[in-house]
T-cell receptor
Framework: DVKVTQSSRYLVKRTGEKVFLECVQD?????MFWYRQDPGLGLRLIYF???????EKGDIPEGYSVSREKKERFSLILESASTNQTSMYLC?????????????FGPGTRLLVL | DAKTTQPPSMDCAEGRAANLPCNHS???????VYWYRQIHSQGPQYIIH???NNETNEMASLIITEDRKSSTLILPHATLRDTAVYYC?????????????FGKGTKLSVIP
């Protein structure tokens, strides 16, 4: 089974802090994704990466950056956390796109910014 | 990506089949139908996907109409652990089509 793990299930940070969210997948997947999920807004894509050291902006990249130094690890960085970044953050991974593509999600990190 | 329409909520008795409908009347010929579910406070879980043929796996069956404008996800013997929000997603797979767009889904409640 594909396993996607996230470093924390719950996190509380203060406004202005730098926050690191880590994601690791164990299936040698090429693609990795970071989403945030908010009530009434569904899942929104922040960034994705289709290879080591490669990254692409999603729909809402402002206030975030990412790092992919190794294939199995994709980090989301909040440079200066703000209260409007309080959310559920979900990491996912998938194989190279071909005829079919399936994304496997981690358990999520609930971030509260005070 | 094509838009999907799902009922906001459904109930199903434990042990009975749960049939979750999805309309995707503007689906294109190269777009797949995917189903995910999200149990409360967890990440979404992939269930099944298909293009035009019916599909079955250990979790569920997917029935796609011949004109591909609608589909039904079938959980053959629903259990309490199947209570979740179920998302029907239509997406074009291939290079550059990385994003999954989740709508509001159907909240399935399995009742003892």
């Amino acid at each position: 089974d594909v396993k996607v793990t996230q470093s924390s299930r719950y996190l509380v940070k203060r406004t202005g802090e730098k926050v690191f969210l880590e994601c690791v997948q164990d299936m040698d997947h090429e693609n990795m994704f970071w989403y945030r999920q908010d009530p009434g807004l569904g899942l929104r894509l922040i960034y994705f990466s289709y290879d080591v050291k490669m990254k692409e902006k999603g729909d809402i990249p402002e206030g975030y950056s990412v790092s992919r130094e190794k294939k199995e690890r994709f980090s989301l960085i909040l440079e200066s956390a703000s209260t409007n970044q309080t959310s559920m953050y979900l990491c996912a991974s998938s194989n190279l796109p071909g005829k079919q593509e399936t994304q496997y999600f981690g358990p999520g990190t609930r971030l509260l910014v005070l | 990506d094509a838009k999907t329409t799902q009922p906001p909520s459904m109930d199903c008795a434990e042990g009975r089949a749960a049939n979750l409908p999805c309309n995707h009347s503007t689906i294109s010929g190269n777009e797949y139908v995917y189903w995910y579910r999200q149990i409360h406070s967890q990440g979404p879980q992939y269930i099944i996907h298909g293009l035009k043929n019916n599909e079955t796996n250990e979790m569920a069956s997917l029935i796609i109409t011949e004109d591909r404008k609608s589909s039904t996800l079938i959980l053959p013997h629903a259990t309490l652990r199947d209570t979740a929000v179920y998302y029907c997603i239509v997406t074009r797979s291939g290079a550059g089509s990385y994003q999954l767009t989740f709508g509001k889904g159907t909240k399935l409640s399995v009742i003892p």
